[in-house]
């Protein structure tokens, strides 16, 4: 099994904060921490990076298992209904930790995969 790290936000959500608010942009960020929680096992780990950035690590056996539950996790966000602001999307980008690397590193990789997921239309995973 090989550690993976899938580095997520959301989509657009200065304008969550700037049109709703920030009390309903930290409902949006609860929700959809409940959402990722529900859909993913008891020993992955999902972290507040800063903002709206989330960090998902789980063990996976190569890197088509990452992509998919990332694309399975786009895609509940995305189905999922707000109150006041609707739908939500985020973008994902995937990468598998070298154990002879810095962890960093891989979240950087994950970082840099997420830029180019927002840059090609948001609402999708990069690996």
């Given at each position: ?12 959500f ?10 309903t942009?930290?409902n949006?960020?609860i929700?959809i ?17 800063g903002?709206?950035e ?10 088509k298992s990452?992509?998919q539950?990332?694309e399975h ?5 995305a189905?999922?209904?707000?109150e ?11 990468a598998l930790?070298?154990?002879e690397?810095p962890?960093?590193?891989t ?10 997921a927002?840059?090609t239309?948001r609402?999708r995973?990069?690996s």
């Amino acid at each position: 099994m090989q550690t993976g790290v899938i580095f997520f936000d959301i989509d657009h959500f200065k304008k969550v904060n700037d049109v709703y608010g920030h009390e309903t942009g930290g409902n949006v960020l609860i929700k959809i921490a409940s959402i990722v929680k529900k859909y993913t096992r008891d020993n992955d780990k999902i972290i507040r990076w800063g903002g709206e950035e989330f960090l998902f690590i789980c063990e996976v056996d190569k890197m088509k298992s990452l992509v998919q539950i990332a694309e399975h996790l786009c895609s509940v966000i995305a189905k999922a209904h707000h109150e006041s602001v609707g739908q939500v999307t985020c973008s994902f980008g995937c990468a598998l930790h070298n154990n002879e690397a810095p962890i960093l590193t891989t979240i950087k990789y994950a970082d840099e995969k997420l830029y180019i997921a927002k840059n090609t239309g948001r609402n999708r995973v990069e690996s």
